[in-house]
């Protein structure tokens, strides 16, 4: 003999049902989600890239800059870059800084101390500001933000510079630089705001000489 209710029978039967359609709504609502997620990273992907290879087009550049220390420090000055791998910062006084990467080496020295400190330029993170190309489809990526103001492009190799990053910003409209910052092995930010930039410029050699004649150990660098 049954003894089932008929109404409990059609209420279990359709809360199993409703709990079936959520189940199935929701496992559905993963793959959407996550296609909803790539469809957006790869749009945010694309548009970065156009702004990259905008960037990466500009063969010279000059122009001032206004630098910012990790503990605060303010210091300015000009500078000079051309593609590919060569860069050169001339700090205003009373600053005895110079910075020059003559596409195989960045050189930091001191005017005053008469001091010279070398390092490989693809040992660091300039080397993908400095790049003839930059390709974000390379793995460097590490995050790309879109704004109404400014887009951002976080950009490191571990292998090569360990937890070093350079993140560089640019006008969402024009795709003009206006900054970068690099985050040292430390997790210590240097930013630099770049303004009065004037592009196509020419330049002499010796703008990206390194006076490799008078660092000691580096004979095998001089021309």
């Known amino acids: ?18 709990l079936g359609t959520l189940a199935v709504a929701a496992a559905s609502a993963i ?5 909803a997620q790539a ?3 790869a749009s945010n992907n694309a548009t970065a890239q156009a702004i990259a290879d905008h960037f990466s087009s500009v063969a010279t550049m000059q122009g001032e800059f206004v630098q910012f220390g990790p503990r ?17 910062f001339n700090y205003d006084n009373p600053s005895p800084i110079r910075v020059i990467a003559d596409g195989k080496n960045v050189a930091v020295g001191n ?9 490989p330029l693809s040992k660091t993170p300039l080397s993908l500001l400095l790049a003839q190309r930059i390709d974000l489809s390379s793995g460097s990526v590490k995050s790309v933000k879109q704004e109404s103001d400014l887009t951002t492009i976080a950009l490191g190799n571990n292998t090569v ?8 910003m640019f006008d969402p409209k024009t795709y003009d630089l206006r900054q970068w910052t690099i985050t040292d ?3 210590k930010d240097t930013s630099v705001m770049v303004f009065n930039v004037k592009t196509g410029v020419q330049f002499d050699d010796k703008v990206f000489r390194v006076p490799y004649e008078v660092i000691p150990g580096t004979a095998a660098y001089r021309d």
């Open 39 to 41: 469809a957006s990273a």
């Open 72 to 88: 605060g420090e303010q210091t300015g000055g000009k500078f000079y870059i051309q593609r590919p791998g060569k860069l050169r």
């Open 111 to 119: 005017m005053k101390l008469k001091t010279w400190d070398l390092y």
């Open 31 to 35: 793959p959407i989600a996550a296609y």
């Open 185 to 187: 092995n430390q997790g």
């Open 161 to 168: 510079f360990g937890n070093s990053t350079i993140t560089m």
């Open 1 to 18: 003999m049954n003894n089932s209710d008929p109404i409990l029978d059609r209420i279990s039967l359709t809360r199993r049902h409703l």
